[in-house]
């Protein structure tokens, strides 16, 4: 195996470890509300945090990268992420879940965005394509056998072992990092701009505070306060980001349509999909009576969905363009989240099939294009902040979708809980059609 994709074999373990934490994860969690005896609000914090943890040191990633090495960073992030996990299946309340988790994101943000940077600058631009396809492939992959095998090791054992179960492959990871990456000296780099990553997680953390505040307190004062704080830091960054020479976060590369239209179907897409899913789980669960395997098997179908899309997507991305591929995959995705208001008993069953069938192909296409157009104008340190802002976006966007559906869930009025999973899916289906809007303003780039 040549020596760039020994670097891309690392990469994508540690890109497939994150993959398996959101969604292996996710069907956990009717499991640890009951346990715990939380809110499905409260409980999503098991996701946020993790998001929060990244979000984190992300940014910082490269600097440390500089400092220690790649080599030593990677494998250094991969031991921090195997002790985390054995300490979130060993919590004893959801407080020390939740703080454990943060710090497996912690783990999870130092990994990603250097390896993906080490990938990216190893494969030219024309390569690029190949190796964004092989990303989105794990993508797929995670999504396709992590719930069901999750669900598996929920029944048989207890929600503990889905995190217990990541050890062996972040053991591996560290390894073959150790081995594989070529040892390179510390270089002298200036610090991060610590003051702006104190306004950016200060602003996201307000964000996420806003909703959980009003949807487990009930504090309408509190919520729009914590809301209005989270605005307030982040124009302050943005003013402040302007004058600096070396921002945390270069939110001028946004100014690059390819980049920023890949954000917003991102948001649209894997990001309602992530709260879509959350509150399907339980729905299926607690009101249509399946159980975590069977549960987690409609993510199969999913992955079914997404592999046609998969498939398909560089030969159609060369054949019709990410416009065009972008309406496509966002009104399939749209249609199959739709279907899911028509699901009332465990017998509408292929109603469900059909759903996830089409959110699968729409989301695959939609997802794929996004990563394969996202920084594909980029190279040099350009490419690196791109690489920290991009991965930092896709995490956000998995939190936000899920907290805002929640929220919809919370507020919507019904007569019982199946009827307001039923309207927050049909809300849901809207708001991801709503990127539409974007796409169609846009003139036609391939």
């Known amino acids: 195996m040549s020596y ?31 346990a715990f005896s939380v809110s499905p609000s409260m409980v999503a914090w098991v996701s946020n945090a993790y998001i929060l943890g990244l979000v984190l040191i992300m940014p910082m990633s490269l600097w ?13 992030s991969m031991l921090l992420f195997s002790v985390s996990v054995w300490l979130i299946g060993m919590s004893e309340s959801i407080h020390s879940l939740i703080l454990w988790r943060f710090v497996q994101g912690v783990a999870g943000g130092l990994l990603i965005p250097v390896g993906q940077a080490l990938v990216f600058a190893l494969f030219p631009n024309h390569e690029r394509q190949r190796i964004s396809t092989m ?8 999504p396709a056998f992590s719930p069901t095998i999750g669900g598996i090791i929920i029944d048989a054992l207890s929600w503990r072992w889905v995190f217990f179960a990541n050890i062996p492959f972040t053991m591996i990871t560290a390894f073959l990092a150790w081995r594989w990456i070529k040892e390179n000296k510390a270089k002298t780099s ?68 390819n980049l920023r239209n890949a954000f917003i179907v991102y948001y649209a897409v894997p990001g309602i999909f992530t709260g879509v899913n959350l509150l399907s789980i339980f729905n299926l ?99 690196l902040q791109g690489s920290v802002l991009w991965n930092i976006n896709r995490q956000v966007a998995f939190s936000l979708g899920t907290v805002l559906l929640i929220s919809i869930f919370s507020l919507l009025p019904a007569a019982n809980d199946l009827i307001r999973y039923q ?14 809007i974007s796409i169609f303003k846009e003139k036609t780039h391939v």
Not at 23 to 34: E, H, V, Y
Not at 339 to 352: K, Q
Not at 423 to 436: D, K, N, P, Y
């Open 423 to 436: 309207h927050t899916f049909l809300i849901a289906a809207v708001l991801c059609l709503l990127s539409l």
């Open 190 to 257: 200036g610090k991060p701009d610590f003051l702006g990553l104190f306004m950016v997680n200060v602003s996201l953390l307000c964000l996420l505070l806003s909703f959980s505040l009003f949807n487990d307190y009930h504090s309408v004062v509190l919520a729009i306060s914590s809301f209005l704080l989270s605005v307030t830091m982040l124009l302050i960054y943005l003013k402040y980001a302007k004058g600096s020479a070396h921002p945390i976060l270069n939110l001028q590369l946004l100014k690059n349509y």
């Open 285 to 383: 669960q607690r009101n249509l009576g399946f159980n975590a395997k069977q549960t987690g098997l409609f993510m199969l179908i999913y992955a079914v969905g997404a592999l046609v899309s998969m498939t398909s997507g560089g030969l159609l991305y060369r054949h019709l363009g990410k416009k065009q591929l972008f309406i496509i995959g966002i009104t399939l995705h749209s249609l199959g989240i739709s279907l899911l208001f028509w699901v009332s008993n465990a017998n509408d069953l292929s109603i469900l099939i059909v759903a996830y069938l089409l959110m699968g192909m729409g989301g695959g296409l939609s997802a794929n294009t996004a990563q394969i157009s996202a920084l594909i104008d980029f190279n040099g340190q350009d490419l």
């Open 4 to 34: 760039r994709y020994k670097i891309a074999t690392v990469f994508l373990l540690g890109f497939f470890i994150d993959c398996i934490n959101i969604f292996m994860s996710a069907i956990a969690l009717p499991d640890i509300a009951t």
């Open 135 to 142: 990303i989105m492939a794990i993508a797929l992959i995670a």
């Open 64 to 76: 440390l990268a500089s400092v220690l090495g790649d080599r030593k960073l990677l494998c250094y």
